[in-house]
């Protein structure tokens, strides 16, 4: 899982990526989880020459946040890191959502192109 003040470094395909995520967090000691809010999480490279970054998503509060990285790897084919994130806000939901660099703008690294949620019991 991706908290509040966690940094991922990825390098790949010779570029340096860095995921991080911004926002409050407090640990429920009953639950064994963490209480989060102004959740951001980012992603930043600097591709030919050019620092770009990607707000990947931003969620106010999560009681029960699940945020993670389900793959990494350059899905489109231009040798630029894609990825699939669990983006569900709800310890009974899955949310398998599509980043693809391809139709990013010059200024950003991914953009969402899909994805799907489905709930439990």
């Not at 809010?37 to 106010?60: C, D, M």
């Not at 993670?68 to 990825?83: E, K, S, Y």
Request: glycine share 8%; hydrophobic share 35%; charged share 25%.
């Amino acid at each position: 899982y991706i908290l509040p003040e966690d940094t991922l470094r990825v390098k790949y395909q010779g570029i340096d990526y860095k995921v991080y995520a911004t926002g409050g967090k407090k640990k429920d000691e009953n639950l064994d989880r963490y209480d989060v809010w102004n959740y951001k999480l980012y992603i930043t490279a600097n591709i030919k020459g050019k620092k770009r970054k990607s707000l990947l998503v931003a969620q106010s509060v999560y009681s029960d946040l699940k945020i993670n990285i389900i793959f990494a790897g350059d899905i489109d084919g231009d040798g630029i890191l894609d990825l699939i994130l669990d983006i569900s806000q709800n310890y009974n939901a899955y949310s398998p959502t599509l980043y693809l660099s391809k139709p990013a703008d010059q200024k950003e690294v991914l953009k969402p192109i899909g994805g799907h949620t489905s709930f439990g019991c």
